[in-house]
């Protein structure tokens, strides 16, 4: 996440297991913009020197793909990151935000369904669309009503069907 002038915090990016970061640093020898780093849960983290990690790339072919598909996937990712901020309304702000993390994130359940296992709170939701909590909670319960969204065993559970649905009317 980033801190914004007024002191907000804006949500970035969620990383997962087998992510990099800082995500700059891993293809630059600069690092111009300083990010700050949470986890939701219990985290394992394995520490590489830059020169080790460039060295690894350049010497195993095996390893230059996965980084390559591993980058592929996050400008992926990013892109529908970018889609939640550029959305025109809270209501698919919200949307795209729930999207992003059901499918960069979540368990796919069948055709038309994600299980998000993230403790997800409405402030985080709204982090990430670049809204207020009020704001979110408005949207989350119009959501709910909709069908878009339910829960499951105290689970959120994102209905891709009926986000297709909305984002089309956009």
Not at 8 to 23: A, H, N, Q, S
Not at 96 to 114: F, P, W
Not at 155 to 167: G, P, S, Y
Request: glycine share 4%; proline share 1%; hydrophobic share 40%.
């Amino acid at each position: 996440y980033d801190i914004a002038p007024d002191g907000r915090e804006k949500l970035m990016m969620l990383l997962g297991k087998g992510d990099i970061f800082p995500l700059i640093w891993s293809v630059s020898k600069s690092l111009s913009k300083v990010y700050f780093y949470e986890v939701f849960d219990d985290a394992d983290v394995c520490v590489i020197r830059i020169d080790e990690f460039v060295y690894l790339i350049d010497s195993d072919h095996t390893i230059t793909k996965q980084v390559l598909r591993y980058f592929i996937n996050q400008s992926s990712e990013l892109m529908l990151r970018i889609e939640c901020v550029e959305a025109s309304s809270a209501k698919h702000k919200v949307s795209r935000v729930l999207e992003y993390v059901a499918t960069a994130h979540g368990k796919k359940l069948d055709e038309d369904t994600y299980e998000i296992n993230l403790e997800l709170t409405q402030q985080t939701i709204a982090n990430m669309a670049g809204i207020t909590r009020e704001t979110t909670s408005i949207q989350m319960q119009e959501l709910y009503e909709s069908g878009l969204v339910s829960t499951s065993s105290g689970k959120m559970i994102i209905h891709m069907d009926k986000v297709t649905e909305l984002n089309e009317e956009e």
